[in-house]
T-cell receptor, first 113, second 111 residues
Framework: GAVVSQHPSRVICKSGTSVKIECRSL??????MFWYRQFPKKSLMLMATSNEGSKATYEQGVEKDKFLINHASLTLSTLTVTSAHPEDSSFYICSAGDRDGYTFGSGTRLTVV | GEDVEQSLFLSVREGDSSVINCTYT??????LYWYKQEPGAGLQLLTYIFSNMDMKQDQRLTVLLNKKDKHLSLRIADTQTGDSAIYFCAEISYNTDKLIFGTGTRLQVFP
């Protein structure tokens, strides 16, 4: 079946630095990937839709300049959290697929100290 | 806009059946999904149902859909301790083509 690999699984960074999270579709091509953020005790919130070869589509309330998304190839999308702050600490998950089924990465636990 | 709601907690005894409920507001939903999230892990697709179906059974899992009431349920038969996790329902809106998640239900199975 379809596999989505997300890396790293955990990262701790200092406040003010930037962190890049990678999402790869291993055995299929994904023209569209999705980035979610999970807040403690809350559901997954869609942050943005990553489109191969074009700009990402951000959901309302998501800062484009803070959460940079790059989808340079059909198998790779990256999310860069710029100038991270402690409130950016969260669980970030990517996914790829279509209506027949979405496959999710294993998630990245970001802790900003 | 689209809204998907679930109860936050469910506690059941091992061997009993679990029923996790979900309500949604978008009448244009096309696909509805159930995902499982184990502690510290990503999401695993358990099953899905098309909006023109009433029921789908897959081994220990039974999904019931009441489209009139916009109510979706997941029944887990013979619940085991390994079923302890957070269960998310999700729907795709025909209008937006976005996957919208419910709040998640934490299922706890005790001996």
């Amino acid at each position: 079946g379809a596999v989505v690999s997300q890396h790293p699984s955990r990262v701790i960074c200092k406040s003010g630095t930037s962190v890049k999270i990678e999402c790869r579709s291993l055995d299929f091509q994904a023209t569209t990937m999705f980035w979610y953020r999970q807040f403690p005790k809350k559901s997954l919130m869609l942050m943005a839709t990553s489109n191969e070869g074009s700009k990402a589509t951000y959901e309302q309330g998501v800062e484009k300049d803070k959460f940079l998304i790059n989808h340079a190839s059909l198998t790779l999308s990256t999310l860069t959290v710029t100038s991270a702050h402690p409130e950016d600490s969260s669980f970030y998950i990517c996914s790829a697929g279509d209506r027949d089924g979405y496959t999710f990465g294993s998630g990245t636990r970001l802790t900003v100290v | 806009g689209e809204d998907v709601e679930q109860s936050l907690f469910l506690s059941v005894r091992e061997g009993d059946s679990s029923v996790i409920n979900c309500t949604y507001t978008d009448s244009s939903s096309t696909y509805l999904y159930w995902y499982k999230q184990e502690p510290g892990a990503g999401l695993q697709l358990l099953t899905y149902i098309f909006s023109n179906m009433d029921m789908k059974q897959d081994q220990r899992l039974t999904v019931l859909l009441n489209k009139k009431d916009k109510h979706l349920s997941l029944r887990i038969a013979d619940t085991q301790t390994g079923d302890s996790a957070i269960y998310f329902c999700a729907e795709i809106s025909y209008n937006t083509d976005k996957l919208i998640f419910g709040t998640g239900t934490r299922l706890q199975v005790f001996p």
